[in-house]
């Protein structure tokens, strides 16, 4: 089969497409002739060697890619036979494998892929998708809120734009450029606003009109992550999931204590240890792509093309979820 070969950990560069044996599942396994393939900023993190969290680093040569979705081709021991010709999407957890043709998979990790997504959708919600929706468990938004989104027009934040406009809240979207900040109008934004223009929260202000922000899902950190930071009344919700930039907001709980803000993060133990755990997001997550409450935004590369894809992530040139098709 033809895979995605990191032999050595740096640029994306060091991404190949290479001819490498197929898989066969073990016990317990499927094997998935994959249709799509998830790329997320963790793979990039491993790719550059980097160690990100709980993430550990992989054993080279190593193919990259947690998410993954197709048809079950093969099987293995203790494995319902019925299983074969079933289309499915997994997320592979710490593993890695995905960017390939064929992927090896826990069968525990399995979930239906709804008869109307397709396959880039559902990598989109298996992994994204998910993690959108234990987000907005914390933050808890509802019609009274005024609700700022950073990165408004990434995988996460397109989705989030979505749910806070469905709740009835007043939607700020952040991104970068004139492209995302259309896409981002697209997603149903009552305000969407260029933070890479040098006075952005100053027109978040002036378009707000004295009312202040409620809610802040975050997820750039920086000076933007602090500009957003900025824009929350007393006794508001920043809710904290990363940080693009490079860095977090700088003295986030100093400053957070003395203008009253309440600081949280959905992501960890919290999502893990939830009631039915993160793999009951995921179906959830599909299930409302399915019903067409939830719409992924998604840019697509071919397979072959993973360091281009790598490439117009870190630069952040995509609008929402980026996904490889074989």
């Keep these: 089969m033809r895979a995605i070969r990191l032999n050595e950990f740096g640029p994306a560069e060091n991404l190949r497409y290479e001819e490498v044996a197929t898989p066969q599942p073990g016990p317990g396994e499927v094997r998935i002739a994959v249709a799509a393939a998830g790329v997320h900023l963790v793979d990039v993190m491993l790719r550059s060697g980097e160690v990100m969290g709980p993430f550990p680093q ?9 998410e993954v979705a197709g048809t079950v081709d093969a099987v293995g021991a203790g494995v319902d036979p019925t299983l074969v010709g079933r289309r499915v999407v997994a997320h592979l957890g710490n593993g890695n494998g995905g960017y390939a043709e064929f992927a090896i998979i826990d069968d525990q990790a399995l979930l239906e892929l709804p008869h109307a997504l397709s396959a880039e959708v559902a990598v ?68 969407a606003v260029d933070y890479t223009a040098a006075d952005w929260a100053g027109r978040v202000r002036e378009e707000l009109a004295g009312r202040s922000v409620t809610v802040v899902l975050e997820s750039v950190g920086g000076e933007i992550g602090r500009d957003a930071l900025d824009l929350l009344g007393r006794g508001g919700r920043l809710v904290t999931f990363g940080w693009s930039s490079g860095t977090p907001i700088a003295d ?30 995921a179906e959830t997550a599909l299930a409302a792509a399915a019903a067409g409450e939830l719409r992924p935004a998604v840019t697509t590369f071919a397979l072959s093309d993973a360091a281009d894809a790598h490439t117009a992530l870190t630069a952040r040139k995509t609008v929402g979820k980026v996904v490889l098709l074989p």
């Design 252 to 281: 986030l709980a100093e400053v957070a204590a003395a203008a009253d803000v309440t600081v949280e993060n959905p992501l960890g133990p919290r999502m893990t240890n939830r009631p039915g755990g993160i793999k009951a997001l």
């Design 58 to 66: 992989p054993d080279l040569p190593a193919t990259l890619g947690r």
């Design 124 to 191: 989109a919600m298996v992994g994204t998708g998910r993690t959108a929706l234990g987000i907005l468990e914390v933050a808890a938004i509802t019609a009274e809120d005024i609700v700022l989104i950073t990165a408004a027009a990434g995988g996460l934040g397109t989705l989030l734009v979505q749910a806070a406009r469905r709740v009835g809240a007043v939607v700020v979207g952040a991104a970068g450029g004139a492209a995302k900040v259309e896409a981002v109008r697209g997603s149903g934004a009552d305000l």
